[in-house]
Structures are given as structure tokens and as C-alpha cells.
């Protein structure tokens, strides 16, 4: 998500992005697996760029090695909450 946001200006230093991460374990076959993660995100924009933050939040797992990784046997989602500043 940082660098969808930065390729859009909107900077992430120091504390402006923050993730909570939930991972759902289910007993899938006798065996313990992680079927889900949920992401949710608090960040902080400057006024005027929400469209632009919001543009980062659909397209960035597409770029993200990990989040392609994960999904081709885990769920994930990704919410936000972006707080004009």
C-alpha cells in the first residue's frame, strides 16, 4: 500500500499508514490453515488527494509480491479508513 500511496505524492513517513492485520485459521481437512487475512488500514492524506488514496487501495495488492503470494490459497482483504490532514 506505501508505495501505491507514494506513486501518488501521498507520503507515508513517519506515521501516516497504518495496517491491523486479523489471519482466520479454520480446521480445513483435520488440519489447522490459515483461510483468510483481513487488512485494515488507517491512513493519513492530504486534503484533496482521498480519490488518489483511494485509486492505491484497489489497484495495490496487484503490485505486492507477498499479497499475490498468499492468495492463491488464502482470502485477502483489504479496507481502509483515510483521514484528511
Known sequence: MSSALEARGISTYPDNLVGHV???IENVEGMPLITKIKI???????KGTKKD?????RIHDRG???SQSV???????????????
Do not use: D, M, N, S
Open 64 to 66: 505486492c509480491p507477498a
Open 53 to 57: 488514496a483511494e485509486r492505491a487501495l
Open 71 to 85: 492468495q492463491r490459497g488464502i482470502k485477502v482483504e483489504h479496507t481502509a479508513e483515510f483521514e484528511e490532514i
Open 22 to 24: 486479523e489471519g482466520y
Open 40 to 46: 485494515h488500514y488507517t491512513v493519513k492524506i492530504p
